[in-house]
């Protein structure tokens, strides 16, 4: 089996996304204000008026960089919805708060499966991420 690297994580998540907004590597603001500024590996947004969603993604291809990742909890203010995706057995179910989702891939790195659901959290997504999104990566 190959090893599974980010990249391959990404393209599943861009396919499964493919009808919303999707950004990798989403800064959560202004590049020119770097102090407290965070970067998800995705940032989503269901195009819905009724029920907009945004879905935070925080991708760990190794169990060390999950241990050690003392950031992720801070990415819950940018999103309604977070998961963290991974291959197989990385991180545990039991390991994660219960507003926190978990997605793993396939051996194969041909699917995701989801292996935790969360709830949606009804937050007020900070402006900040959103002008990110349009000044920075809108095409």
């Given at each position: 089996m190959n090893k599974i690297c980010e990249y391959d994580i990404l393209k599943l998540l861009e396919k499964k996304h493919k009808r919303d907004v999707f950004v990798s590597h989403c800064k959560t603001g202004s590049t020119w204000h770097t102090k407290g500024l965070l970067i998800l590996d995705a940032w989503v947004m269901k195009k819905?008026?009724?029920?907009?969603c945004v879905i935070g993604y925080e991708i760990k291809t190794n169990r060390g960089d999950f241990l050690n990742d003392k950031k992720?909890?801070?990415?819950?203010?940018?999103?309604?919805?977070?998961?963290?995706?991974?291959?197989?057995?990385?991180?545990?179910?039991?390991e994660l708060p219960?507003?926190?989702?978990?997605?793993?891939?396939s051996k194969n790195i041909k699917t995701l499966y989801i292996q935790k659901s969360t709830e949606y959290r009804n937050i007020i997504i900070p402006e900040e991420i959103l002008k990110y999104v349009l000044i920075c990566r809108a095409t």
């Open positions: 819905s008026w009724l029920n907009p992720w909890k801070n990415y819950l203010d940018y999103c309604n919805v977070f998961y963290f995706v991974c291959p197989p057995q990385i991180i545990q179910e039991k219960k507003e926190v989702g978990l997605y793993y891939t």
